[in-house]
T-cell receptor
Framework: EPEVTQTPSHQVTQMGQEVILRCVPISNHLYFYWYRQILGQKVEFLVSFYNNEISEKSEIFDDQFSVERPDGSNFTLKIRSTKLEDSAMYFC?????????????FGPGTRLTVL | KNEVEQSPQNLTAQEGEFITINCSYSVGISALHWLQQHPGGGIVSLFMLSSGKKKHGRLIATINIQEKHSSLHITASHPRDSAVYICAVGAIQGAQKLVFGQGTRLTINP
């Protein structure tokens, strides 16, 4: 069964460092998403990506964040200068569409710990 | 006011019981999603629906668009159903963005 994969599963970094979280969406999907979940809180939308550009982003997704699809398979989230409050579980998801076939498949998540 | 509200926040039941988890939302939506989050953190999509009812195994999801309300039912519950169940909506404006409820923590005791 096709699945979304994410690497690494756990990333520990020092405050101010750059991190790149990687995702491999399902191969025939066209829409890609990043979400995050701070421990004990709701899952929050960060950004959606379609046709090689950002289609929607939340207030959380400020200039410190960027996304890229560097090749035909990977989808990355970069945080340029991490803050303590960036510590969270980051989920990547992909979908074939966002309407009738918008069933989103989630990756297992990357737990980011900023020290 | 939260856009997506779930009830109850926590639910403990005995194996075999019929379970209902409720979700109310305040915005016009294109679709509503029910998700399951396992203790390890992984998220699995269970249902996506925009009208009526869907069934998958022992899980049933219903939605009432007029009342802005959805329910997730589990029949013949089992300890392996223990997880956090999350309701999320895709709004009509910004349909790709999912807005999540706070989740319902379900524990099924043997």
């Amino acid at each position: 069964e096709p699945e979304v994969t994410q690497t690494p599963s756990h990333q520990v970094t020092q405050m101010g460092q750059e991190v790149i979280l990687r995702c491999v969406p399902i191969s025939n999907h066209l829409y890609f998403y990043w979400y995050r979940q701070i421990l004990g809180q709701k899952v929050e939308f960060l950004v959606s990506f379609y046709n090689n550009e950002i289609s929607e982003k939340s207030e959380i997704f400020d200039d410190q964040f960027s996304v890229e699809r560097p090749d035909g398979s990977n989808f990355t989230l970069k945080i340029r200068s991490t803050k303590l409050e960036d510590s969270a579980m980051y989920f990547c998801a992909s979908s074939e569409s966002y309407r009738d076939r918008g069933y989103q498949f989630f990756g297992p998540g990357t737990r980011l710990t900023v020290l | 006011k939260n856009e997506v509200e779930q009830s109850p926040q926590n639910l403990t039941a005995q194996e075999g019981e019929f379970i209902t988890i409720n979700c109310s939302y305040s915005v016009g939506i294109s679709a509503l999603h029910w998700l399951q989050q396992h203790p390890g953190g992984g998220i699995v999509s269970l249902f996506m629906l925009s009208s009526g009812k869907k069934k998958h195994g022992r899980l049933i999801a219903t939605i009432n668009i007029q009342e802005k309300h959805s329910s997730l039912h589990i029949t013949a519950s089992h300890p392996r159903d223990s997880a956090v169940y999350i309701c999320a909506v895709g709004a009509i404006q910004g349909a790709q963005k999912l807005v999540f409820g706070q989740g319902t923590r379900l524990t099924i005791n043997p």
